[in-house]
């Protein structure tokens, strides 16, 4: 009895073991050079656009609405064409080939279910596009609703299904055609807050599972910062930065990619001697990595790095400020301060320090090696 | 006390719904007896009477009219009705084809304009049809008429023979119905692409289909409950038109319509008019019943005629 369950389970997790490497082979890499589109005389939404997605990677394009990300995504899917440029995916040029050639699949902002097919029928359309035999079809139909946890979902009609529901099963649509790259158009963005942290992490887990390489696109940073591997943040179509969401996060590329982040403190830098920079708030001591000739550009200080009250070491930098909003989240707490007449947010977590109060009078200590440099 | 006043509220509240049941759906139950029931109850008497001097109906009742629907008269058995029974078969069938054929593409087309636009390209198409039925047929009479530009070309082309016109002939009746029954398809059409998402276009093609693939797999499907409403719209009313083969088919196409309506006025043999009007709602009965069949199986399940 105890050998028989042994060997299912050595059968299964071979089978899993010999699916995933099937997907890993299968995994592309895109290279974009110089993509462009206009849509009428004016409006510009790539303006010409260099990127390159490695094979396996879980790469979010990042921007807000009119930025161009859904442009791009459109014109990696097939669906829209570009005005200029080249593409490859996996090394092959796909510029010109139509959709229905592209071994790429899209999960829809709308899901895109079609109504008038059940659930299986629709994760089936594929398949049966592609021309693949029956019994291929609904082994790897079953295999995709399993794996998704559809369970008697599967001989539903689309239109009795909830929204998290049809989430899922736009994306088994696609990944039942083990497709070379899986690309997300805001998968999320119509889900409540609660599924939505959950199914972040679960497609962050089904992409690292499968290797397959996904490109996701959302105008939400903290849902990228979670997810991806690397982050390319777009504007007015032109690719501001591109890289960790570390690094986008922390040495944003510039003050467009900053305020996207969801920074708020940022200060114009008047006059910079050495490591020494003058803003509105005072003159800061930076880290000497930081040292720039001119002097333009902006202080970024990242209100998490902040510390309130108590002794400011010596080698920090020492500001005073009134505490001017008090915002309590639970976890931590959100000062908004004054500093020479400058707002200035701090996040503090909430560790059982002492939490000021309104109108207080407070020392602020910053490290210099916190403060970063970001161009105008 | 207490109770009774309960009692008595709830008889009230009873009362009142009653009364209320029986004012919304008096006028509605009145309208069908007296304009369905009634005379449908007369029609079928008359069918089974026979027929008396002047065409009128009398009794006893006997099953005379319907032998002479079947073609059995003094000189025996004759094929006039039931040639007339296939014509309007085949004209309907003709027709509504061709209505299918024209109006997919225009609906599709309008709701590919702009949203501004829309409103006003329905209008067109409409808009014919606020026009006198009759006039618009003599509209058509005039147009096809021997000696007009059109019947010239076709004259020229070879289509018909020299000096005969495109009218009358059952081609023109064709046309006739086509022309008449145009927006009521384009419209429940215009209704079904209204509601389809593009995306799922872009998801068929996206998922390996082909344009022609795509269509016959994520669109037609889609826009077949407006499809089968047109069907139904235009082809129960074309089985049983009597102004177009009357006007454009010049006696020669004669439709069931015309066949009823000749009884009761020149041809005066009410009880045959009225089996053929029973015939009429029978044929259209079974047409019903077969579309809905069709709808419920390519729907899906979903109840998409009627």
């Known amino acids: 009895m105890t050998d028989?369950?042994?060997?299912?389970?050595?059968?299964?997790?071979?089978?899993?073991?010999?699916?995933?490497?099937?997907?890993?082979?299968?995994?592309?890499?895109?290279?974009?050079?110089?993509?462009?589109?206009?849509f009428g005389r004016d409006s510009i939404a790539l303006a010409g656009v260099d990127l390159d997605i490695k094979a396996g990677e879980f790469f979010t394009l990042l921007g807000p609405s009119g930025c161009g990300k859904t442009t791009l995504l459109r014109i990696l899917a097939g669906l829209e064409e570009a005005d200029d440029g080249q593409l490859t995916i996996g090394g092959k040029d796909v510029i010109d080939m139509p959709p229905h050639r592209r071994s790429v699949n899209t999960v829809f902002q709308s899901y895109a279910l079609f109504p008038h097919l059940s659930v299986r029928d629709n994760l089936a359309f594929g398949l049966r596009m592609r021309g693949e035999p029956a019994a291929e079809r609904n082994r790897k139909v079953a295999e995709v609703a399993e794996f998704i946890k559809l369970g008697p979902l599967v001989e539903r009609r689309v239109d009795q299904l909830s929204g998290g529901q049809k989430q899922r099963i736009a994306l088994a649509r696609a990944l039942v055609c083990e497709p070379d790259v899986l690309l997300l158009d805001e998968p999320l963005s119509a889900l409540d807050a609660g599924l939505r942290g959950q199914l972040q992490v679960e497609l962050q887990r089904l992409q690292k599972r499968l290797g397959m390489t996904f490109v996701f696109v959302t105008h939400d940073q903290d849902e990228a910062m979670v997810m991806s591997d690397r982050i390319a943040v777009l504007d007015s179509g032109i690719i501001q930065q591109v890289g960790t969401p570390s690094e986008v996060y922390e040495h944003p590329a510039n003050a467009f990619?900053?305020?996207?982040?969801?920074?708020?403190?940022l200060f114009a830098i008047t006059a910079s001697e050495d490591n020494w920079v003058d803003t509105g708030?005072?003159?800061?001591?930076?880290?000497p990595a930081e040292q720039r000739?001119?002097?333009?550009?902006?202080?970024?200080?990242?209100?998490?790095?902040?510390?309130?009250?108590?002794?400011?070491?010596?080698?920090?930098?020492?500001?005073?400020?009134?505490?001017?909003?008090?915002?309590?989240?639970?976890?931590?707490?959100?000062?908004?301060?004054?500093?020479?007449?400058?707002?200035?947010?701090?996040?503090?977590?909430?560790?059982?320090?002492?939490?000021?109060?309104?109108?207080?009078?407070?020392?602020?200590?910053?490290?210099?090696?916190?403060?970063?440099?970001?161009?105008? | 006390?207490?109770?009774?006043?309960?009692?008595?509220?709830?008889?009230?509240?009873?009362?009142?719904?009653?009364?209320h049941l029986l004012f919304t759906v008096t006028p509605g139950a009145a309208w069908i007896i007296v304009f369905l029931v009634l005379p449908s109850v007369y029609l079928m008497a008359v069918a089974f009477m026979t027929n008396g001097p002047y065409g009128l109906p009398q009794l006893p009742l006997s099953?005379?009219?319907?032998?002479?629907?079947?073609?059995?008269?003094?000189?025996?058995?004759?094929?006039?009705?039931?040639?007339?029974?296939?014509?309007?078969?085949?004209?309907?069938?003709?027709?509504?084809?061709?209505?299918?054929?024209?109006a997919y593409p225009i609906a599709y087309y309008i709701t590919t304009c702009r949203a501004r636009w829309r409103p006003i390209m329905l209008l067109l198409v409409v808009v014919p049809s606020w026009t006198n039925q009759v006039i618009r047929t003599f509209g058509w009479m005039n147009l096809l008429a021997p000696g007009t530009p059109l019947s010239n070309l076709a004259e020229i082309l070879g289509l018909i023979s020299p000096n005969m016109g495109l009218y009358p002939s059952n081609f023109a009746v064709t046309l006739g119905l086509v022309y008449n029954f145009l927006?009521?398809?384009?419209?429940?059409?215009?209704?079904?692409?209204?509601?389809?998402?593009?995306?799922?276009?872009?998801?068929?093609?996206?998922?390996?289909?082909?344009?022609?693939?795509?269509?016959?797999n994520a669109v037609f499907p889609q826009t077949l409950p407006g499809l089968l409403a047109g069907v139904v719209l235009v082809a129960i009313p074309a089985f049983g038109m009597y102004v177009i083969p009357e006007l454009l088919g010049g006696g020669k196409a004669m439709m069931l319509g015309n066949l009823v309506a000749t009884q009761f006025s020149g041809g005066s043999n009410w009880p045959l008019g009225a089996a053929g009007a029973i015939l009429m709602l029978i044929a259209t009965f079974i047409g019903l019943f077969a579309m809905r069949r069709i709808g419920k199986r390519l729907g899906g399940g979903e109840e998409v005629v009627i």
Not at chain 1, 257 to 264: E, I, L, Q, Y
Not at chain 1, 281 to 287: E, W
Request: proline letters at 4%.
């Open chain 1, 257 to 265: 990619v900053a305020r996207f982040m969801g920074h708020d403190n």
């Open chain 2, 63 to 102: 099953l005379n009219s319907f032998e002479q629907l079947a073609g059995v008269g003094f000189l025996g058995w004759s094929p006039g009705n039931l040639y007339t029974l296939l014509r309007s078969l085949w004209q309907t069938i003709v027709a509504t084809g061709l209505v299918v054929l024209v």
């Open chain 1, 293 to 376: 000739d001119t002097p333009d550009g902006w202080l970024l200080i990242r209100p998490e790095t902040l510390e309130l009250g108590g002794d400011v070491p010596a080698d920090y930098n020492r500001l005073e400020g009134t505490v001017e909003e008090r915002l309590y989240r639970g976890s931590r707490i959100e000062y908004r301060l004054t500093v020479n007449g400058h707002p200035l947010t701090a996040v503090a977590g909430n560790l059982g320090q002492r939490i000021h109060d309104v109108g207080d009078r407070v020392t602020i200590g910053i490290c210099p090696e916190d403060l970063v440099r970001v161009a105008a």
């Open chain 1, 281 to 287: 708030l005072g003159r800061l001591q930076l880290d």
């Open chain 2, 1 to 19: 006390m207490l109770q009774t006043s309960q009692t008595a509220s709830r008889r009230h509240a009873v009362v009142s719904e009653t009364r």
């Open chain 1, 4 to 38: 028989l369950t042994n060997t299912v389970n050595t059968a299964d997790r071979a089978e899993v073991a010999d699916t995933a490497s099937r997907d890993r082979r299968g995994a592309s890499s895109i290279r974009m050079q110089g993509l462009r589109k206009q």
């Open chain 2, 183 to 216: 927006p009521f398809m384009v419209l429940p059409l215009y209704a079904a692409f209204e509601k389809l998402d593009t995306a799922q276009v872009e998801a068929a093609q996206d998922l390996y289909a082909k344009p022609v693939r795509a269509f016959w």
